[in-house]
């Protein structure tokens, strides 16, 4: 024992350093260890350091997961992954592990993950001598003749032992005995069969019946044996054996062959005569019990048949003993031996194993990641066990083929995009060359997980929203919306507004975003007179690691109401109230204008609209007043009759849904023309100041309006080159100041124009329905110049369902402005 326990160190040793060679020689990530064992060692039993012997350090163990990996059954071994160590987890006996095998190898396949490294663990089984011969019977009757001649053998049962190698059946002996000796014929593969030989000629008279002992030992130290009681009687003269006709008989039998086939004939003659020659077939006397399960011979025709199924894969091939004996007094018989090769047939489709699985892979994987490892295995030999994988549908993965024969890895080929596929289910189909081929297949589930790679993006890009002012303070006043093709934190988002410098950043401070909706609240009410429209830009960002963020370009236009009351510029006396003396000769004829009353309306459009009124007159035969331009003019010429001063009472209103109205008061008094050119020879120094630089102002304005104009026309033409759609914005000062000061806006959103005026129309201007009354469309030719004031002009049209405050401007193009004087 201990010398063998010398020998199998010295082999675990030379194991040991072919291995340092291999790696030494850089063999890569797949590598062998070959350890040795003695059967029946308890549990817990040490057989090797794995992690010493791989070079991996024992913290690796449990990071990467180091397992053995196992099929259906216990297995037999185990690794402590904290050290390392392979050890016994339950007895192994050998010969239930590998019958009638020399060398016992176990073979483990241990995976390391992260990255996947495979490491095969041969594991040799040493046997050990816990089993004696045996026979199957305690005693065996033999008859021989008293004519047996020296030299006449008769095979006896062979014994069995379980153990393998040195520890088998090694020899027989017999008792001592003058006339027998026993002879062995090895057949090799641990088979050691006894014959009786006759060394001295039997006499019957003498003794009849002798009793021997057969004792069988095996190769342990110290041997083990079994013995068998042969009970030898002599009979009388048959002095003739069975002889068959051939040497040798060996034949082929297909696997899976139906029962009741014929696999051979053997044939024996008898030279003697009468019954002595009659002779009977049937099996030898060391013939397995398996073998007489599987065939039957006829005892008369000598026909072998099959009796059970033929397994290639359980065996390749048989070797039956056949007995031919005649019906003698005394029996004589023969033994020979007949060999049936199996051959293989395809019946047996390919086996599949998932031994190792990721069952979810990063959509940003990189090609080659490796998501399973797949072992196939066919049980049939030859073409029949060559076994081909590969992958029915259009996936993005393939097999990729091991080192290790039949070991296949399930890869990524192309990239992957969870947002057009979640999941995969990837059909791996197993097929061997066989003829008919049988295949097998397994489906493999594989989640793609999602990886933060989408921004999130607007619904619109820019947004343009229109509000009207003086809306309630904290309310929300508009929304943006945004979304991403990611999932869970992924696709989280959070608004923001961007404060940048400047003017903007004043904007923005009065405006906040509610960060998990998108609304947007006004910290305060906004006024149209103050501020027109403003733009500003929100960020939308998700919630990944790390986080991906878009903004957008958000255009607001305050929209007006008619939230101001009309202005009295003239007449102001010099408290500031709206009241004034109008001097006039009582010579002046029809039509002569007596003043004009001049007042503004902060609003634009119809709000900003104002329309003169006379409220109260003391002679309405006497004056009249130009509800558009506010002049008042007389109606005839003044007689001696009429009183020297008139109170008018002048109303001034806007064209507002609800109107705001202002009063002015204008007192004329009726002068003789003396007094008249005296009091204008008085005021006409200043009068005169006064009207030269009214036109100079006039004539500045007229020259900065037609620049902006100019301006304006070039950056239309450029945008249409361009075929933006992008809002721009230009306001247009009014260059006539008639007594109603006007507005007008014009913006641009794709193809259309917008004007928002004030109180005049251009020629072709038409009122759209549904609008707010301050929205002027205009074509698409271009004008040089639009008209603003209380009176439509030929073309205009009013559509139904409008406030009457939104023209659309036609194609036509004016040439000029018309003013009203």
Not at 447 to 463: A, K
Not at 619 to 628: A, I, N, T, V
Not at 632 to 651: C, G, N, Y
Request: aromatic fraction near 6%; charge should be negative; include cysteine.
């Amino acid at each position: 024992m201990e010398q063998r326990g010398r020998e199998a160190w010295r082999q675990r040793w030379w194991w040991l350093v072919l291995l340092a060679v291999l790696k030494l020689l850089g063999s890569g990530a797949l590598a062998q260890i070959r350890y040795s064992v003695y059967e029946e060692m308890d549990e817990g039993t040490v057989v090797g350091n794995i992690a010493k012997d791989l070079g991996l350090d024992k913290s690796t163990l449990n990071s990467r997961g180091y397992r053995i990996v196992v099929g259906t059954n216990d297995p037999r071994f185990q690794v402590n992954t904290n050290d390392g160590i392979l050890y016994v987890s339950r007895k192994i006996d050998r010969e239930e592990v590998c019958e009638r095998i020399n060398h016992c190898l176990i073979n483990l396949k241990t995976v390391l993950e992260n990255p996947l490294e495979i490491h095969y663990v041969s594991v040799e089984i040493l046997d050990v001598n816990d089993h004696s011969p045996s026979f199957l019977e305690k005693e065996k009757n033999l008859e021989i003749s008293e004519s047996a001649l020296p030299g006449a053998r008769l095979q006896l049962q062979a014994a069995r032992d379980p153990d393998g190698g040195p520890f088998s059946v090694q020899g027989y002996k017999l008792s001592h005995n003058e006339h027998f000796r026993v002879e062995v014929k090895d057949r090799g593969g641990d088979r050691k069969v006894p014959f009786l030989v006759l060394q001295k000629q039997l006499d019957r008279e003498s003794v009849a019946k002798h009793r021997l002992m057969l004792t069988a030992f095996d190769g342990g130290k110290p041997a083990k044996s079994g013995a068998i009681v042969i009970n030898v009687d002599v009979l009388d003269v048959n002095d003739n054996s069975p002889v068959f006709q051939k040497d040798v008989y060996s034949t082929t039998l297909i696997e899976n062959a139906s029962i009741g086939t014929i696999v051979i004939q053997v044939n024996a003659t008898d030279l003697d005569g009468d019954a002595n020659a009659e002779v009977r077939y049937s099996f030898g006397n060391e013939v397995d019990e398996k073998l007489t399960e599987l065939f039957s011979v006829d005892s008369l025709t000598g026909e072998i048949r099959v009796e059970g199924l033929i397994d290639f894969e359980k065996s390749k091939s048989y070797e039956i003993d056949i007995q031919a004996s005649d019906k003698g007094q005394v029996p004589l018989s023969a033994d020979k031996s007949v060999i049936i090769t199996i051959i293989d047939v395809n019946d047996n489709a390919p086996a599949i194993e998932v031994t190792s699985f990721s069952s979810t892979v990063p959509e940003d994987a990189r090609i080659g990641t490796t998501v399973a490892l797949i072992s196939v295995s066919d049980l049939d030999s030859g073409v029949n066990g060559k076994v081909i994988c590969s992958i029915t549908e259009d996936v993005p993965f393939t097999l990729s083929a091991s080192l290790q024969d039949n070991m296949y890895a399930l890869v990524t080929k192309t990239k992957l995009d969870r947002e057009q596929r979640s999941r995969y289910h990837v059909t791996v189909v197993a097929r061997d060359a066989g003829v008919p081929s049988l295949s097998s297949e397994k489906t493999i589930s594989v989640l793609v997980s999602d990886v933060n790679d989408n921004y999130p993006e607007f619904s619109l890009s820019p947004y343009n929203f229109y509000i009207t002012e003086n809306n309630a303070a904290g309310g929300s006043v508009f929304s943006v919306k945004a979304s991403d093709r990611d999932e869970g934190d992924n696709a989280l988002i959070s608004y923001k507004i961007l404060r940048e410098g400047g003017e903007r950043s004043k904007i923005a401070s009065f405006l906040n975003i509610i960060p998990e909706s998108g609304d947007i609240l006004a910290l305060k009410s906004l006024d149209f007179e103050t501020l027109k429209t403003f733009n500003l830009n929100v960020l939308a960002t998700d919630s990944g690691s790390p986080s991906l963020s878009r903004n957008v370009s958000i255009n607001v236009f305050v929209l007006d109401q008619n939230d101001n009351t009309p202005v009295i510029l003239y007449p102001v006396n010099a408290n500031g109230s709206a009241e004034g003396l109008e001097e006039v000769p009582r010579n002046v004829h029809a039509g002569h204008q007596v003043t004009k009353v001049r007042a503004y309306d902060a609003d634009i459009g119809y709000n900003g609209w104002l329309l003169f009124s006379l409220q109260e007159v003391s002679d309405h035969s006497l004056f009249g007043l130009d509800r558009y331009t506010g002049r008042i003019r007389t109606l005839r010429s003044f007689t001696e009759t009429d009183e020297a001063q008139h109170k008018l009472v002048i109303l001034v209103k806007d064209n507002g849904n609800v109107s705001l109205s202002a009063t002015a008061t204008v007192v004329v008094k009726l002068v003789e023309p003396k007094e008249a050119i005296s009091a204008s020879d008085v005021k006409s120094a200043p009068t005169d100041i006064g009207d030269s630089g009214v036109t100079f102002y006039l004539m500045i304005t007229l020259a900065s309006v037609s620049t902006l104009f100019l301006i304006s026309i070039i950056v239309l033409i450029a945008m249409q080159c361009s075929k933006t759609t992008d809002v721009s914005s230009k306001y247009l000062p009014e260059t006539n100041y008639d007594g109603t000061l006007c507005h007008s806006i014009q913006y641009r959103s794709g193809e259309k124009r917008y004007m928002l005026v004030g109180p005049r129309m251009s020629i072709g201007s038409t009122i759209v329905p549904g609008s707010n009354g301050n929205t002027l469309v205009v074509p698409d030719r271009r004008s040089t110049s639009a008209e603003v004031g209380p009176r439509m002009s030929i073309g205009s049209t009013i559509v139904p369902g409008s406030n009457g405050n939104t023209l659309v401007v036609p194609d036509r193009r004016s040439t000029s402005a018309e003013r009203n004087n």
